[in-house]
């Protein structure tokens, strides 16, 4: 069992940046893929990057290609979300999942294949 944790979102201007953390319980989360997903209201959850289990490689939405970068660091159990020149329609819940088979291969953009996630902060990008 994982349980994720989600901290730094917040309120931020067009063109500002925000680090997203995602602190995970358990002794084996070194060999989980993670994942960040984002849902704004009214919309369906979307896929923003994803990163293996060594920390390389990592895959990402078209929607935050330039932007934002993910990362991870194992031995203090967090994946991070770099992000910058955020624009107002990044504004939703970002949300970190992790997958639940251990070194899994193949990373993933569907969010049906990850078993564990967190509850979620808020970004909100103003104009």
């Known amino acids: 069992q994982v349980q994720l944790v989600e901290s730094g979102g917040g309120l931020v201007q067009a063109g500002g940046s925000l680090r997203l953390s995602c602190a995970a319980s358990?002794?084996?989360?070194?060999?989980?893929?993670m994942g960040w997903f984002r849902q704004a209201p009214g919309k369906a959850r979307e896929f923003v990057e994803a990163i293996s289990w060594r920390g390389a490689p990592t895959v990402y939405a078209d929607s935050g290609e330039g932007r934002f970068t993910i990362s991870r660091d194992n031995a203090k159990h967090t994946v991070y979300l770099q992000m910058s020149s955020l624009k107002p329609e990044d504004t939703a819940v970002y949300l970190c999942a992790a997958v639940g088979r251990p070194y899994s291969v193949s990373l993933d953009s569907r969010s049906q294949r990850y078993d564990y996630w967190g509850q979620g902060t808020q970004v909100t990008v103003s104009s």
């Open positions: 358990g002794r084996t989360f070194s060999s989980y893929n």
